[in-house]
């Protein structure tokens, strides 16, 4: 059995998206659409495992649709949509709670990390959010999925479903004509060097919605004038930069900013600093602030221009739904058929 080369990825609208999301997801979806089917999914139905206000949920569903079609993920070529048009998805998480073990969720370390020492009190949601997961990826019999780091360990539980749902009904896929296995072993896609990037005032953590420094993160929405600031306020040391990158070692807030630098102009850190090194922070933050703002400005305001127009972005979405629909459903009732549901 082959598999039509398909990507799946998604992305919670549970806050302002932030360069984060931008470079280390979404600007990774636009080459995959020479190459691939591609599905980008605003993954709704995850984002209410911890709370959301709805209104807030709604915003920031649009916002993320919008920051896919600004980023040059074309509506036409890939499908764009939220996950709960498409109530396939809530359907195949239930037969993959049945099918994945306790033990094996209860290994993931994320939800540990999110749960902490409140796990008595998070929703079940929140628990079962590895198998929704699987859900989203094997309903389209994806066969790759562009995730970082945090996300691998919830791919190799989507592999591990994938072969005890392969394993366990084997005579029934067999019977209906299957050739090998039902579910792809779907592989995460490394597209170019994964950019990781920090929290502007503390090197060594993640850039995130919840920092509690306005200063730290930068939002795809932001201004001009407040990307320039964030980037001159920055939080760096005192020496001037390296020219090689070895000299990065241990100077975590210098490799980000080279980093976001290297990324922004699809160069390598090596190339920034041929070009940069001895050079002091007053040399390059401004350069830095106006590459971010030059690239990320018309972003923006592509955006704001999407999110304005509520008509046509609810159009995209239920365009997308649609398209995702009809590739999901034949796949469900093969599913439902596998397992033994009268229909
Ligand atoms: N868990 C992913 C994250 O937090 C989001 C997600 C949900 C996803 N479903 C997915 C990513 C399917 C890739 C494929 O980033």
């Not at 995850?46 to 649009?62: F, G």
């Not at 019999?141 to 479903?161: M, N, S, Y």
């Amino acid at each position: 059995m082959t598999f039509t080369p398909r990507v799946f990825s998604g992305i919670k609208p549970s806050g302002d998206l932030h360069l984060g999301n931008y470079l280390g997801a979404i600007r990774r979806f636009v080459p995959l659409q020479d190459t691939h089917e591609t599905i980008y999914c605003v993954v709704d139905m995850h984002a209410i495992t911890v709370w959301q206000e709805p209104e807030d949920l709604k915003r920031w569903t649009y916002e993320i649709a919008a920051a896919y079609i600004a980023a040059g993920v074309d509506p036409k070529r890939s499908i764009i949509f939220n996950q709960s048009q498409v109530m396939e998805h809530a359907e195949l998480s239930w037969i993959f709670n049945c099918v994945a073990r306790m033990g094996w969720m209860e290994r993931m370390t994320q939800f540990k990390d999110k749960s902490g020492e409140n796990s008595e009190n998070v929703s079940l949601g929140l628990f079962a959010y590895p198998s929704l997961m699987a859900a989203d990826i094997l309903l389209y019999k994806a066969t790759g999925v562009p995730v970082g780091e945090d996300q691998k360990q919830h791919l190799e539980l989507t592999r591990d479903i994938a072969k005890k749902f392969n394993h366990d009904f084997k005579k029934q896929i067999k019977a209906l004509g299957h050739k090998g296995d039902f579910f792809p072993i779907t592989e995460t896609l490394a597209t170019g060097p994964a950019m990781r990037v920090k929290s502007l005032k503390d090197g060594s953590k993640k850039m995130s919605k919840s920092d509690a420094s306005d200063l730290s993160t930068i939002y795809m929405m932001d201004d001009a004038d407040t990307i320039s600031k964030k980037i001159k306020r920055a939080t760096t040391d005192a020496d001037a930069l390296p020219s090689e990158v070895a000299g990065l070692a241990a100077r975590l807030e210098a490799e980000n900013l080279v980093g976001i630098y290297a990324a922004l102009s699809n160069t390598s850190a090596e190339d920034v600093l041929g070009q940069f090194g001895g050079q002091g922070w007053g040399v390059f933050k401004p350069a830095l602030a106006d590459l971010a703002v030059a690239r990320l400005s018309p972003i923006a305001d592509e955006m704001k221009r999407l999110v304005a127009d509520r008509g046509e972005m609810d159009s995209i979405l239920r365009d997308g739904a649609d398209r995702a629909r009809a590739i999901a459903q034949p796949i469900m009732a093969d599913i439902r058929n596998i397992v033994g549901f009268v229909r």
